[in-house]
């Protein structure tokens, strides 16, 4: 059975950062593609970061470029989202991710791509 855990979220004031953290239990680890999502109330699901289980492709959306990093630890299972210079539009329900398909780039492949999916942590960002 696969299973995405998600620790690390927290509030936090502008400028300040946190660290997520997802461990992945059963196969998903193993699947092409990870990556953190959010969503924030009353808005459509969006993507953050995504990366390729080999590590040789991380994109970012434009409004995390230069504040957020995706990595990964393959041998524990693990993927983070280091997130710096936290604005208030951060603020969100953030989701880890896996995706066992193939075929599709992991980010152009959208949200729906993914068929694994966390319980998410919050994410609240004070002005």
């Known amino acids: 059975q696969v299973q995405l855990v998600e620790v690390g979220g927290g509030s936090v004031q502008a400028g300040g950062s946190l660290r997520l953290s997802c461990t992945a239990y059963?196969?998903?680890?193993?699947?092409?593609?990870m990556g953190w999502f959010r969503q924030a109330p009353g808005k459509e699901r969006e993507g953050v970061a995504t990366?390729?289980?080999?590590?040789?492709?991380?994109v970012y959306a434009d409004s995390v470029k230069g504040r957020f990093t995706i990595s990964q630890d393959n041998p524990k299972n693990r993927l983070y989202l280091q997130m710096n210079s936290l604005k208030p539009e951060d603020t969100a329900m953030y989701y880890c991710?896996?995706?066992?398909?193939?075929?599709?780039?992991?980010?152009?492949?959208?949200?729906?791509?993914?068929?694994?999916w966390g319980q998410g942590t919050q994410v609240t960002v004070s002005s």
């Open positions: 991710a896996s995706s066992s398909r193939w075929g599709k780039d992991c980010w152009s492949g959208g949200w729906d791509y993914y068929n694994y």
């Open positions: 059963g196969h998903a680890y193993s699947n092409n593609c």
């Open positions: 990366i390729t289980i080999d590590g040789d492709r991380a």
